[in-house]
């Protein structure tokens, strides 16, 4: 007579403690392979830069329209600023080559910023809008966009030469 009869088979009841431990191990190894990858930040910071120079092209544009006054974005590789001519009146002073007077935004604080470490945009230049919302040239003096493609980490900005649209991929 066998003492197993009428007993049913034995299970397992969990994991063993060696099993365990290899998961961990394993677990412990990706994560410090895959782990800074998912932590680095550049990415993010290059994106957040980028939208804001976007935001500062669309803003001085946006400006030039609204006072029919040129207004310009000082660009270079690690900031930039909208600045306008000095008013004369109720009109722009078209001979100001100083553009002295800084764009405030909508929070009260001067549109303009620096780059974050490890961020730059390129091509430097001044980016002028005349009071049609285009890109323009003129003052020549003071307004000398490099080109209509700007680059920031990844990213393009792109402004239309002929509609003055301002894209960011």
Same mark, same amino acid.
Request: glycine share 8%.
């Given at each position: 007579?066998?003492?197993?009869?009428? !007993?049913? %088979?034995? !299970?397992?009841?969990?994991?063993?403690?060696?099993?365990?431990? /290899?998961?961990?191990?394993? &677990?412990?190894?990706?994560?410090?392979?895959?782990? %800074?990858?998912?932590?680095?930040? =550049?990415?993010?910071?290059?994106?957040?830069?980028?939208?804001?120079?976007?935001?500062?092209?669309?803003?001085?544009?946006?400006?030039?329209?609204?006072?029919? $006054?040129? #207004? !310009?974005?000082?660009?270079?590789?690690?900031?930039?600023?909208?600045?306008?001519?000095?008013?004369?009146?109720?009109?722009?002073? =078209?001979?100001?080559?100083?553009?002295? /007077?800084?764009?405030?935004?909508?929070?009260?604080? *001067?549109?303009?910023? /620096?780059? +974050?470490?490890?961020?730059?945009?390129? %091509?430097?230049?001044?980016? $002028?809008?005349?009071?049609?919302?285009?890109? =323009?040239?003129? %003052? *020549?003096?003071?307004?000398? +966009?490099? #080109?209509?493609? &700007?680059? &920031?980490? &990844?990213? =393009?900005?792109?402004?239309?030469?002929?509609?003055?649209?301002?894209?960011?991929?």
């Amino acid at each position: 007579m066998s003492l197993t009869r009428g !007993r049913a %088979p034995r !299970r397992s009841l969990g994991y063993t403690l060696i099993e365990l431990v /290899t998961v961990m191990v394993i &677990v412990g190894i990706l994560a410090s392979v895959a782990g %800074p990858h998912f932590f680095n930040q =550049t990415t993010f910071t290059q994106r957040g830069y980028a939208d804001e120079v976007t935001a500062a092209f669309q803003f001085a544009q946006k400006a030039a329209v609204a006072s029919d $006054c040129p #207004a !310009r974005v000082n660009l270079t590789a690690g900031s930039y600023a909208v600045q306008q001519q000095a008013a004369s009146g109720n009109t722009c002073n =078209t001979s100001d080559t100083t553009w002295s /007077t800084t764009v405030i935004g909508l929070d009260g604080n *001067s549109v303009q910023n /620096t780059a +974050p470490s490890g961020t730059t945009a390129s %091509p430097a230049g001044l980016y $002028c809008f005349a009071g049609s919302g285009l890109l =323009t040239s003129v %003052p *020549s003096s003071a307004c000398t +966009p490099s #080109a209509y493609t &700007v680059t &920031v980490g &990844v990213n =393009t900005i792109t402004i239309d030469p002929l509609t003055g649209l301002i894209q960011e991929q």
